[in-house]
C-alpha cells in the first residue's frame, strides 16, 4: 500500500514540475526537461527515496507505451503536403548531418572505447542522438524570434530537419539493432529480411490507418474517441511487432498516425471516392496532453535509474562534441547550395539539440533484448544518451542564442 502512494504522489510531482517547468521556461530559459531529469536524479541515485530496480522491472512496459505515444505524436503531426513541398530544402542539410554524426560518433566510440562498444554498436549509439529534438529546437527559435531576429527561412529548415529525424533514428536503430541481434545473417539476407519487415509495417499502418479513418469519420462528434484511438495505437504496435518481427511495430504506429490525419491529402492522390473527415485539430490537442504526461514521467523515469560512469561521461562529451563540429560543417555546405545569408548560416548552425526521442532509442536494446543475449550492458546507451541530452539542451537553452544574437548584432552594426 505504501508503494502504491508513494508511486502515486511522483506521478502527481512529476505532472506539476513539468507543468511549472514549462511555465517558468520564459524567464528561467531553463527547458523541464532538466528540472525533470534533476528531479529524478534527486529522488533515486541521490537521495534513494524510491527504488531504482522497482523502475527497471518496468523499463520494458514504460519504454513500450513511451515509443508508440512519441512516434503516434510524429505521425499526426506531419503534414505530408508541407514535407513534400519543403523537403528539398531540408533534405541537404538532414542528408549531410545525421548520416555524418552517426558514423563520426560510431568509429570514434568504437576506436576510443573498443571493449564497451564495437562498430555496429558504436553506430547504434551514434543514432540515438545524431537527430534534432522538434521542441527543443522550436524553443531555440522562439528565443530568437523574441530578440527580434527574423528566423523565418531558417526555421521552416529547422523544424522539418528536426521532424522527419524522429521517425529516421528509430528506423536507422531499429535496423542496427536487428544486425547486432542476428551476426551471421549475410549482408543480403539480412537487408531482405529488414526489407520485409518493414513492408510488413508499412502495409499494416496503412491498412489500420485507412480502416481507423473511416471509423473516426463515423464516430464525429462522439465521446472517447482519442482513448479509443490509443488503444488502436498500442494494438498496431503488438501486431505489426507479431506479423512483421521484432522492430516493425515502431514504423507501423507512425504511418498509422501519418494517415489518419493525412487521409485527406492521400485520398485525392490515389483517387479515392469517399473522402473521411477527421477532427485532426481534436486528435491532436487531446494527444498532446498524454504526450505531456510520457514526456514528463519519461525522463523522470530516466533520472531515476540512471548510474554513469566517468568513462560514460567523457563518451558523451565526445559525442557533443562530434555532434557539434559536424553540424558547423554540414549547415556551412547546406548554406552555400540553399544560398541562404551570414544570419541564416549561423542559425543553422548553431541549432542543436537532442531530447525526448534519443532518450527513448536509447531504450531499444533492453526492448529488443531484455535477457541481454547480445546487448550486456544496455544501460550504457541511456546513461551516454543522457549527457548528451543535459549537454546539448544547456546549449541550445543558453549558448545557441547568445551566439546568433552576436552574430546578428554585428551583421546589423556591418550594415549600418
Known amino acids: 500500500m505504501i508503494e502504491a502512494i508513494n508511486i502515486l504522489i511522483l506521478i502527481s510531482l512529476t505532472i506539476l514540475l513539468g507543468f511549472i517547468g514549462s511555465l517558468f521556461y520564459d524567464k528561467t530559459k531553463i527547458p523541464d526537461i532538466i528540472w525533470l531529469l534533476l528531479f529524478g536524479i534527486l529522488l533515486g541515485p541521490i537521495f534513494h527515496l524510491y527504488d531504482p530496480e522497482l523502475f527497471t522491472r518496468l523499463s520494458n512496459l514504460v519504454s513500450i507505451v513511451a515509443l508508440c505515444i512519441i512516434l503516434f505524436d510524429a505521425g499526426i503531426n506531419v503534414d505530408v503536403g508541407l514535407v513534400i513541398e519543403m523537403l528539398p530544402k531540408s533534405f541537404l542539410l538532414l542528408a549531410l548531418t545525421y548520416p555524418l554524426t552517426m558514423v563520426t560518433i560510431g568509429f570514434s566510440l568504437h576506436f576510443l572505447f573498443p571493449n564497451n562498444f564495437s562498430l555496429l554498436e558504436g553506430l547504434l549509439l551514434g543514432g540515438m542522438v545524431s537527430g534534432t529534438s522538434t521542441v527543443t529546437t522550436i524553443g531555440i527559435l522562439s528565443t530568437l524570434e523574441r530578440a527580434g531576429i527574423n528566423v523565418e527561412r531558417a526555421k521552416i529548415i529547422l523544424v522539418l530537419e528536426s521532424v522527419l529525424t524522429d521517425p529516421i533514428?528509430?528506423?536507422?536503430?531499429?535496423?542496427?539493432?536487428?544486425?547486432?541481434?542476428?551476426?551471421?545473417?549475410?549482408?543480403?539476407?539480412?537487408?531482405?529480411?529488414?526489407?520485409?519487415?518493414?513492408?510488413?509495417?508499412?502495409?499494416?499502418?496503412?491498412?489500420?490507418?485507412?480502416?481507423?479513418?473511416?471509423?473516426?469519420?463515423?464516430?464525429?462528434?462522439?465521446?472517447?474517441?482519442?482513448?479509443?484511438?490509443?488503444?488502436?495505437?498500442?494494438?498496431?504496435?503488438?501486431v505489426s511487432e507479431e506479423i512483421g518481427g521484432e522492430g516493425s511495430g515502431a514504423l507501423a504506429v507512425l504511418i498509422f498516425g501519418l494517415i489518419i490525419t493525412n487521409f485527406e491529402y492521400i485520398a485525392k492522390i490515389l483517387e479515392f471516392k469517399r473522402i473521411f473527415k477527421i477532427e485532426k485539430q481534436l486528435l491532436r490537442e487531446f494527444h498532446e496532453e498524454?504526450?505531456?504526461?510520457?514526456?514528463?514521467?519519461?525522463?523522470?523515469?530516466?533520472?531515476?535509474?540512471?548510474?554513469?560512469?566517468?568513462?560514460?561521461?567523457?563518451?558523451?562529451?565526445?559525442?557533443?562534441?562530434?555532434?557539434?563540429?559536424?553540424?558547423?560543417?554540414?549547415?556551412?555546405?547546406?548554406?552555400?547550395?540553399?544560398?541562404?545569408?551570414?544570419?541564416?548560416?549561423?542559425?543553422?548552425?548553431?541549432?542543436?539539440?537532442?531530447?525526448?526521442?534519443?532518450?527513448?532509442?536509447?531504450?531499444?536494446?533492453?526492448?529488443?533484448?531484455?535477457?541481454?543475449?547480445?546487448?550486456t550492458s544496455p544501460e550504457i546507451y541511456p546513461n551516454i544518451c543522457f549527457i548528451v541530452v543535459i549537454v546539448t539542451v544547456l546549449y541550445g537553452a543558453f549558448i545557441a542564442p547568445y551566439i546568433a544574437k552576436r552574430k546578428a548584432a554585428s551583421l546589423s552594426k556591418q550594415d549600418n
Open 169 to 238: 533514428g528509430v528506423i536507422t536503430c531499429i535496423t542496427l539493432i536487428r544486425m547486432i541481434m542476428f551476426p551471421t545473417v549475410s549482408l543480403l539476407e539480412g537487408f531482405k529480411t529488414m526489407f520485409l519487415s518493414f513492408s510488413n509495417s508499412i502495409i499494416i499502418g496503412s491498412i489500420v490507418g485507412m480502416l481507423w479513418a473511416a471509423v473516426l469519420d463515423k464516430l464525429r462528434g462522439k465521446p472517447l474517441t482519442y482513448m479509443i484511438t490509443l488503444a488502436v495505437v498500442f494494438l498496431s504496435y503488438i
Open 290 to 375: 498524454i504526450t505531456f504526461f510520457m514526456k514528463s514521467f519519461f525522463f523522470v523515469y530516466i533520472g531515476l535509474i540512471i548510474s554513469i560512469s566517468q568513462e560514460q561521461i567523457i563518451a558523451g562529451l565526445l559525442a557533443v562534441g562530434i555532434i557539434l563540429a559536424v553540424r558547423y560543417i554540414a549547415a556551412s555546405i547546406s548554406s552555400m547550395v540553399l544560398k541562404l545569408n551570414q544570419l541564416e548560416k549561423g542559425i543553422l548552425t548553431v541549432t542543436v539539440a537532442s531530447g525526448l526521442p534519443a532518450m527513448i532509442m536509447s531504450q531499444l536494446p533492453l526492448i529488443y533484448d531484455p535477457n541481454r543475449q547480445y546487448f
